[in-house]
């Protein structure tokens, strides 16, 4: 299966082998089933060898589990506890995904969960494509706000004075001959946003990938502030038109406001 790969780009001072086996992690948080070390490797970029020791290392700490079988790898309970029972996502997420997966069905298209984390946009769950040509995103993916259809998203639903605060904050760089890198332009374009109720990513962050993104606000009734989250749908270019954007914005809008709603209702039963 060819897939169009969207790959984290990262930044300095990093630590590879921390680099290297969370994303490892990463791949196996999202594999559907079990996973052979080849394409593990292939999903990580990672050489065979290096797969295989970060792996004898993952497997100790009870992070990774081996098939004796088959000799493919899963995701271990200890990396469960730590994704969902942990994190403060964990209920975002759980809501989520029946409706990222029916986004998925009704569009073709791989259909992603993203939150703002300070000065970036994070992956938190991704449902891929059913097609053969298809973006592949990692959980936990970190993307610039300035040059995605999420990340855009959600700077555009922020309150003005936080927004404001936070674009000043922003390095704006240049991810392909298409990414805004103007403030003053990406003041105007998020201004825009805000009317038209979606963002889009015309190959901003890589060339030949188009997105569609709105934000996820909270429901009538709760408390008004920043954006829960954003919901977007990605593809190659060539599926994905900016007139194709435009038509499957209200079905995104629309999944937004039945994941607020959840959200309200999850809290108002748990108070």
Do not use: W
Not at 19 to 41: N, P, Q
Not at 49 to 68: E, W
Not at 100 to 113: D, K, V
Not at 194 to 216: K, M, P, S, T
């Amino acid at each position: 299966m060819k897939e169009t790969t969207s790959a984290p780009k990262r930044a300095r001072r990093s630590v590879q082998s921390v680099d290297r086996a969370l994303d490892l992690l990463e791949a196996l948080a999202t594999a559907d089933g079990e996973v052979a070390i080849t394409a593990l490797a292939t999903r990580t970029g990672l050489h065979v060898s290096t797969v295989h020791r970060l792996l004898a290392t993952l497997l100790k700490r009870g992070y990774v589990r081996q098939n004796p079988d088959t000799s493919r790898y899963y995701a271990g309970a200890k990396l469960a506890t730590l994704t969902e029972g942990r994190s403060r996502f964990g209920e975002l997420r759980l809501r989520a995904r029946p409706l990222l997966r029916a986004l998925t069905e009704a569009t073709r298209e791989t259909a992603n969960l993203v939150v703002l984390d300070d000065v970036q946009a994070v992956y938190i769950e991704t449902i891929p494509s059913p097609q053969v040509v298809r973006l592949f995103t990692t959980v936990g993916n970190r993307t610039p706000l300035h040059a995605t259809g999420a990340g855009k998203a959600l700077l555009a639903a922020l309150p003005p004075p936080r927004r404001d605060a936070l674009l000043e904050r922003v390095e704006l760089r240049a991810y392909t001959p298409h990414t805004i890198v103007d403030r003053a332009a990406l003041r105007r374009t998020l201004d825009d946003i805000r009317e038209r109720g979606y963002a889009i990513d015309d190959e901003e962050y890589d060339e030949g990938v188009r997105c569609v993104a709105v934000a996820v606000v909270p429901a009538r009734g709760s408390a008004v502030g920043a954006p829960i989250a954003a919901l977007s749908i990605s593809a190659p270019a060539s599926r994905l038109s900016r007139q194709r954007c435009g038509e499957l914005a209200p079905a995104l809008r629309r999944t937004a406001a039945d994941l607020a709603e959840a959200l309200r209702d999850q809290a108002g039963a748990a108070s």
